[in-house]
Structures are given as C-alpha cells and as structure tokens.
C-alpha cells in the first residue's frame, strides 16, 4: 500500500536506486533544444547606465567576462556590439550546443548510467562505487559544460542557482539525483520564470529527498519535518528577513506535508494522506497566503505566492547583484529596488534581471573569479573541448584541484550554496591553491588537449600587465607561459 | 603565556541529548522511544552519560579533564543554522563582522607568525578567524606548497604579485609568507585533521589556535543514534579529540555547535532546529564536571531546551584563561559569569 510507506523505507528505496527514472542518468540537452522558455521583453533602460569600458580593455571584454565563464574571442566580439545583442544571441532559441560539447556530457552522463546500472543491493563496496560514480557525473557535467557550453549565460544562471536552490554531492541518497536535477531543474529552468523553477526544485526528488520534505507527514497528529520549510523561506524565497516567524515554518511544513515522492518510480508524488493543514486549517495566513481548502493546490498556490512576494524579489535580487554587480552591494541599494521592479513585472523571468544588471557596468566592481569560475576559464581559454577520453584522463587533477580550491561543484556541504563574496576565496591557503591550480592548468591537468603557442593577450583577452608581461619573457615552455598568465593577478578577477 | 586551543565545530546543530544524556529517565520521560537509550551509555561525571560510542571522551571525563556546558547557546539567536553560527563565530554585537579567535589573535603578537591560526578542511577562512591576517586556512596542511613544474614558484609569484593593489594582493602577500615559513610542516601522509593540527603544532612555527569543522549534524531525519549517521559522527568526534588531546601538549578542545535539537522528535525519525546545545572543553587545564544551570526537559523554551548557559561566557572565560585575552575583547557585550570550566 502505497500510501503507507514510511520513510524508511521510501529511502532504502532510493538508496537502492539503479536503473529507475529518477536516477537514469540524463541525456544532454538536444543540440537544437529551445534556449530560454520565455522571451524577454526588451527592458527600459536604467537612466544613468553608462557604457564606459574600462581603460585599455577591449570593448565587450567587460561584458563577456562576467557573463560568461572565459571571454572567447567570439563572444567578446559578440558583447562589444552591446548588451541587447549579447543577450539575443544567447536567449536565442536556434543558438545550439557545440556538438563536442553534447558529446562530452553525453558520456559523463553515460558513465554514471553503467555505473548506476550495477546491482548493488547490501553491497556497501557497490553502493560507494555507485555513489562516487554520482558524485564523479555531478560535479564533471557542471564544469564541463561550464569550460565548453556554447549556452553561456544559460550556465552562468545555471551555475548561480545550483548554489541558491542547492542540493549537495556531500550527502547520500541526494548524490545520487543531483545529476538528473542539474539537468532537468536547474539548467532547464535557469533563464525561465522563476516561479517555476521554484515549483519544480519543490518537485524535485532531489531536494525533496536532501531536505527531507519526502517523509513530512502531518496526518493525525504528527510532527511534519521543517527542513524544507523552513529553508524554502530563508534561503530560497524571502530570506531570513523576509518577515515569517517560528509559528510560519511549522505552518508552511504543514502545508506542504505529503509532499514526497514515489519510491519506483522516483517522481513527485502528493501522498493526501499524509497531508494536513495544521494551524493554518483554523485560519490566519502565512507571509499574507491563506489555503483554500488543503491538498496539493495549495502548496502549488503558496509556492506561487512565495515567488512574486517582494521580500522574495528583493532577495534573490540582491543576490544575483552580489554575483553580477558587485560584492559589497547592500540589501537596500537602489538598484536592487531596481531589479526587483524588473523581476515582478517580468512575472517572475530571470533573463531580464540579469539583462538589467548587465546594462549598470556603471555599478560593476571588482569580482573575484570564484575556483569554478577561475578553473572553467582556465579551460575555455587553454585549449578546444576534449574527447571523452581526454576529460576522462583529466578528470583525477580536475577534481583534485576544485576539492584543494574549495569548490567543487554541487559537493558544499550546506543547503545555502557555495559563498559569494571575494572575502570567503580569498586568504593564504586559497591563494597558493590558486598557484597550484594554474600550474595543473597550464599543462591540461594531465589529459587535455591544448591550443599551441599561448599568449597571455591570447588567454586573457588583453593584454598583460608590466608583471606579467616581464614574467613570461623569463620562462621558456607554453606550460609556463599558460601557468604564470593563469596565476596572474589580471586572470583572478571577472 | 598563552596555551594551544584548537576549536571543533559541530555544524548542522549538534542533539546535545543524545551525546550527553542527563541522569535519571528524564531524557526518556522527554523523548520516549526517540531518547538515547540509557543501556550502554558511558559514564561521563554526576551521573550524566556519554554516548556508547564517546569512548574516549567517557575515559577523559573519568579523569577529570572534560567539562559539559548543556543547555548552553548565544541567547537570542533564531533557530537559523547561518545566524546561530555567525552568532557563535561573533560572540559579539551583530555590528562586529569578526570572530572571536580572530579578535583573540589580534590581540597577540600580529606578524610573528603566518599561521597563528590555522583551519584545516577547506580553503574558506571560518568566520571564527575574521579579524586576524595571521590566519592560513587549506583543505589539507600537506598543501601548504608549490606543485612543483611550469613557471610558479614563491620568486615568479613574489615578482608578478609585487605592484598588485587588487582584492587578492594581501592573500597573495601571506601565501608567500605562509610558503616561506611551512618547511617545517610534517604531515604525515594521509593524516587526517587532527593529524594535520598535531604535525602543525609540532612544527613550533608559532601556531596558536587551530579549528576544525565536522559537518553532517543536521539531524532532520533517521538520526541514527545507534548504527547510523549520529553514532558515526560521535565516533569522529571522539576520535578527533582524542587524536589532538594526545598529540598535542597543553592543548584545549573547545568543541561548539550553533544549537541543539528540538525535545520531541518529527516524524521523520529525527529532530528539528532547537536552542539550547552542548558544548564541551577538554585538556589539562580543564576542571571536569557538568557546569552552568541545567533547566531540565520539562520547562520548555518552544518544545526546546532553554539557552541557560551564555556561550559567550565560556568563549570569555576560555579567551582569558587559555589565550590570555581580555574578555571584553573576545567576547564583547558578554555578561560577566564564569562557569569555571578552567583552572
């Protein structure tokens, strides 16, 4: 009887997870998959944008620097036409994944399926080979399609969710969904609504299961689980300012009791029976939502509700402004208020947030390059995208080197994402680690196919400071050359 | 002169009530079936019980050399585990952005020593150490070096580093020194953490205060007390303390979490966010026993212990007693109890 599994054993169903839906690994995205969900209405521009590049950088460097994980020399060509055109180009539905790239995930992807295909039931030796083969397709997708995605802005977005709606690598069973919600949450959804990305993370076996709202029941009495409640509200929507109290996260778990999953076939699964309204049932409201009777609709209803609250605006505003504009932007700055405007009347659309903050250059301060975002250019301007075989013989010195630089992707071991601010990658230890990681680069980390007769101009986009410039001329091997350009102080920064 | 403190912290909300189990059946009477069981338990001091798992610690407790402060927390905090650790980290005003060992630390003797203060596990300095340039935080101490090969070395990096005014220049500044000075570093191979901190404080390269996260606390569901995730955290734990307390002289342990657990269990088979939590010192130094006010499982604070104890009292009396520090300097705002946890 379906509906009177416990928790118990919904996740040794999980755990045992093999070839089932939730855990198939996934295919790519079709080469020729529609880019963004919505199109994005042209915004009004801000009235003091300017459009002041930085002196002696190229026009567009700026832009595709931080919009994109390495500026190209096609997409510095493309940014320098502007911000609308830079934004077209990549919202556009035709614009399709480089077919080496579709490859390259393909068999990441494929990799994890052989391994999740193992019988594995009781055999704890299986069972962590199943697991580093999760953890192994998790964290190898993401900085694969990070270096080699054509879909740039799709994966800056992507990347900047995975750490705002995270699920963690750290933890089992929720390693073993985190590929499949890579794939079909986060980068499916990460130019659309937000409203909807919301409703599908809720949906989601992975965070369903890493926040455990998978055994939340509230029937009869019983306790319902907060995790998830409570971090829907404080990390997802209004943030810990957002105005609920302690009596809210016990209601918003009642809401959203019986929210689980199904232990075949891994998919959401509304279990009623499990469901009660709690408090709410007597009346009174959360964040000004009141139920309308219970069931699923209503959590369907208050996760819509939650994502058009302005309190949710001005978080995840102020958050992508900390990603995109500047580390030490404020809660109330302006042009917070500004997106914010921006996200209500876009019902929800991310695309014209970023589009926004991608015409305030004028805001724009110092970004450091985060280890993904550092590793990924290290990638994108060393050299072409590697076969499968060569990632995969890259694979050991990549992992090592994002593990030694403190992020590897999806593996933060708490539900608040990987911090944002140059103050928490910076320090002596991060620093030498940096070193190190520019020197695996500059020689491919040990599989990668390289572009010959490196140039700093050449992987930096620029040209070189007096440092660097003198740096070079002492050393002999492109190794070198790559390794100094890639420890730079100008390479840091996005 | 100031001693070694090497500080543990607990992240995801330790359950108190499962490691350290008050006497009687008044943890049963609270929790019924969900309560750590009192068969198999170890003696710890006044009829309070360990964990069966806490072997080490129950051995140290016998000697006198452990001190329990339950029910302890920074009054005032939500059950958010990101305020009630910055909380913890700060043991200050929320207008003060650094930690207590980082306000320790610049305090003392700044610039003798890049690794005044050390965290091992990851790169990103805790918060704990906010406030101090003497710090090196590093996933693995044995890193503290140049991949040997291609153009890096401390004189390319000094050279393209010099002029550089940007938001990495003082990273790159202590990285140089850091590597000037970590020769003497021995890590053995794949030691852990601990290990990690014993070769470091071994090294007599002017180490003072060490920390060390153990994650995977957030107990929401299936708790495990006995053959499941608590009981192989506590065996960490036990391990992890025992490693330093042996291996380095004069050390003290400060093991903290941002909170307890919720008294009455969720349906899940676990425990939601509560307040009032155990901390726990150990060393030398340490005058044993169960301190501060116990308020029992009866008077609830919301369905969780109350926060009887301030933690920002034990930081004080640790800050003045181990590290020589003034209190009001590493625990500014902090009322003036002592729970006497220190010689």
Not at chain 1, 62 to 87: E, I, N, Y
Not at chain 1, 190 to 199: E, I, K, N, Y
Not at chain 2, 285 to 297: F, H, T
Request: with cysteine; glycine share 12%; proline share 8%.
């Amino acid at each position: 009887m379906p509906l009177e599994l416990d928790r118990r054993q919904v996740l040794a169903a999980l755990a045992a997870c093999g070839v089932t839906a939730a855990c198939r690994p996934v295919a790519p995205p079709p080469p020729l998959a529609p880019v963004a969900t919505i199109r994005p209405r042209p915004v009004p521009p801000p009235p003091t944008t300017t459009t002041t590049v930085p002196a002696g950088l190229p026009a567009g460097l700026p832009l595709a620097r931080r919009f994109s994980f390495g500026p190209t020399p096609d997409l510095v060509a493309g940014a320098a036409a502007g911000v609308d055109a830079f934004f077209d180009a990549q919202l556009d539905p035709r614009r399709s994944e480089h077919p080496a790239t579709s490859a390259l995930v393909l068999d990441i992807d494929a990799a994890w399926a052989a391994a999740a295909t193992v019988p594995a039931a009781g055999d704890a030796a299986a069972m962590g080979a199943r697991r580093r083969a999760a953890a192994t397709a998790a964290w190898s997708r993401s900085i694969a399609l990070s270096a080699w995605s054509n879909l740039q802005l799709r994966q800056v977005a992507a990347d900047f969710l995975s750490d705002h709606l995270h699920v963690s690598i750290a933890e089992q069973p929720s390693v073993f969904l985190v590929p499949t919600y890579d794939d079909q949450v986060i980068r499916a959804g990460a130019l659309g609504r937000f409203a909807d990305l919301l409703l599908a993370s809720a949906r989601s076996a992975a965070m369903l299961v890493y926040l455990d709202n998978a055994s939340s029941r509230a029937d009869r009495g019983r306790t319902p689980n907060e995790n998830y409640s409570r971090e829907l509200l404080e990390l997802h929507t209004v943030g810990a300012s957002g105005g609920y109290d302690e009596a809210d996260v016990v209601e918003v778990a009642h809401v959203l009791s019986g929210w689980s999953l199904d232990p075949n076939t891994r998919r959401f699964v509304f279990r009623s029976a499990w469901h009660d309204l709690g408090p709410l049932e007597r009346g009174g409201d959360v964040l000004g939502w009141r139920p309308s009777g219970g069931g699923v609709a209503d959590g369907e209803s208050f996760l819509n509700h939650l994502a058009r609250r302005p309190a949710t605006a001005r978080f995840l505003c102020w958050k992508l402004a900390r990603r995109f504009v500047s580390d030490t932007i404020a809660t109330d700055d302006p042009l917070v208020a500004d997106l914010a405007t921006t996200y209500l009347r876009e019902d929800t659309a991310i695309a014209p947030v970023l589009r926004h903050a991608a015409r305030r250059s004028d805001r724009w301060g110092p970004k450091v390059r985060r280890p993904i975002d550092l590793v990924s250019a290290a990638l994108r301007a060393g050299g072409p995208v590697p076969t499968p075989e060569q990632f995969r013989a890259a694979q050991p010195q990549l992992r090592g080197t994002l593990d030694t630089l403190g992020q590897l992707p999806w593996d933060w071991p708490a539900p608040n994402g990987y911090p944002e601010s140059a103050g928490a990658w910076s320090g002596a230890g991060a620093m030498i680690a940096r070193w190190n990681a520019a020197t695996a680069a500059g020689t491919g980390f040990g599989g990668l196919p390289l572009h010959p007769g490196p140039t700093p101009r050449g992987l930096l986009g620029h040209e070189p400071g007096p440092a660097l410039a003198t740096a070079v001329r002492s050393v002999r091997g492109e190794g070198a050359i790559r390794s100094l350009t890639f420890a730079s102080p100008e390479f840091q920064l996005r | 002169m100031s001693s070694p403190l090497i500080t543990v912290f607990l992240r995801g909300g330790l359950d108190g009530l499962s490691l350290l189990r008050p006497p009687g059946d008044e943890l049963d009477r609270a929790r019924g079936g969900d309560a750590l069981p009192a068969a198999g338990a170890l003696p710890a001091v006044a009829g309070w019980t360990l964990h069966p798992s806490a072997t080490a610690l129950s051995a140290r407790a016998g000697t006198g050399k452990v001190a329990f402060l339950p029910a302890s927390g920074v009054p005032g905090v939500s059950r958010s585990h990101f305020d009630a650790q910055a909380a913890v980290e700060r043991c200050a005003p929320t207008t003060e952005s650094t930690g207590f060992l980082g306000r320790a630390l610049s305090a003392g003797p700044v610039g003798s020593s890049p690794f005044r203060g050390v965290a091992v596990g990851q790169p990103q300095t805790p918060a704990l150490l906010r406030g101090s340039t003497d710090v090196v935080a590093a996933s693995s101490l044995s890193r503290i070096q140049l991949r040997p090969g291609g153009g890096v070395t401390s004189t390319s990096m000094a050279a393209l580093w010099r002029n550089d005014r940007g938001p990495l220049a003082s990273s790159a500044t202590g990285a140089l020194t850091a590597l000037a000075r970590s020769g003497g570093i021995q890590v053995p191979p794949g030691a852990d953490e601990a290990g990690q901190l014993v070769a470091l404080f071994g090294a007599g390269v002017g180490a003072e205060v060490g920390v060390v996260n153990i994650g995977g606390w957030d107990h929401h569901n299936q708790i495990g007390l006995v053959d499941g995730s608590f009981d192989r955290l506590v065996t960490q734990l036990d391990g992890l303390v025992e490693t330093l307390l042996a291996g380095i002289p004069g050390v003290t342990v400060l093991v903290l979490s941002e909170f307890g657990r919720r008294v009455a269990g969720n349906d899940s088979g676990g425990f939601d966010h509560g307040r009032g939590g155990l901390a726990i010192v150990a060393g030398d130094r340490v005058r044993g026993g169960v301190a501060g006010d116990w308020p029992g499982l009866v008077d609830l604070d919301e369905g969780d212990v109350r926060t009887a104890n301030d933690l920002r009292c034990l930081v004080a009396e640790v800050g003045e007693r181990v590290l020589q520090v003034d209190p009001g300097r590493i625990a500014p705002g902090a009322p003036s109890t002592r729970f006497g946890v220190l010689v």
